[in-house]
T-cell receptor
Framework: SQTIHQWPATLVQPVGSPLSLECTVEGTSNPNLYWYRQAAGRGLQLLFY??????ISSEVPQNLSASRPQDRQFILSSKKLLLSDSGFYLC????????????FGNGTRLTVT | AQSVTQPDIHITVSEGASLELRCNYSYGATPYLFWYVQSPGQGLQLLLKYFSGDTLVQGIKGFEAEFKRSQSSFNLRKPSVHWSDAAEYFC?????????????FGTGTRLKVLA
């Protein structure tokens, strides 16, 4: 069966520090991969999605970036965190090659201090 | 602009009462529609989905949703709510005509269940 792993579960980082959140999927090939951010009362904001290795679509211009170095690995990064980057970050995957439901990881709670 | 609206931010119901959570979308074509549930501090779990066919869709945990094209709605229902249903519920859409595989979420409805 397919599983998605996202880590770390919680992270406290000072303003200006770098960020790296990792997400991996097991049990499927060529998935579509997504990063969402959730802020209180604002639902889920799509940050990045990828339909293949090296293909990244950015939805929100900001100081975050994403990379997909391997088929089932999706990384969210920042060179310098801002206070406004605090939030709950969710990775998700869906079957590639067509529309299918998203499957979510357990999320990372990021607090920028 | 394409959008998904969940008009109710909070809903409180008594255990055993019926439940309806509203979702409206604004898309040119019929989108793919989903309902997810999120427990505090957790990821989202799929309750049900609609792609085509029968407009009344059955999901897990006793939930169902009805697609109404004329009202651009996809409301989630449950005949009798259990205390364990207290959570946040999200409606999501995908636009099959967009040429992308983006899923857009509503702002969510937080459900409180009274004993």
């Amino acid at each position: 069966s397919q599983t998605i792993h996202q880590w770390p579960a919680t992270l406290v980082q000072p303003v200006g520090s770098p960020l790296s959140l990792e997400c991996t999927v097991e049990g499927t090939s060529n998935p579509n991969l997504y990063w969402y951010r959730q802020a209180a009362g604002r639902g889920l904001q799509l940050l990045f999605y990828s339909v293949g290795i090296g293909q990244i679509s950015s939805e929100v211009p900001q100081n975050l970036s994403a990379s997909r170095p391997q088929d089932r690995q999706f990384i969210l990064s920042s060179k310098k965190l801002l206070l406004s980057d605090s939030g709950f970050y969710l990775c998700a995957w869906a079957g590639g090659g067509g529309w299918s439901p998203l499957h979510f990881g357990n999320g990372t709670r990021l607090t920028v201090t | 602009a394409q959008s998904v609206t969940q008009p109710d931010i909070h809903i409180t119901v008594s255990e055993g009462a019926s439940l309806e959570l509203r979702c409206n979308y604004s898309y040119g074509a019929t989108p793919y529609l989903f309902w997810y549930v999120q427990s505090p501090g957790q990821g989202l779990q799929l309750l049900l989905k609609y792609f085509s066919g029968d407009t009344l869709v059955q999901g897990i945990k006793g939930f169902e949703a009805e697609f109404k094209r004329s009202q651009s709605s996809f409301n989630l229902r449950k005949p009798s709510v259990h205390w364990s249903d207290a959570a946040e519920y999200f409606c999501a859409v995908g636009d099959p005509t967009s040429g992308t595989y983006k899923y857009i979420f509503g702002t969510g409805t937080r459900l409180k269940v009274l004993a």
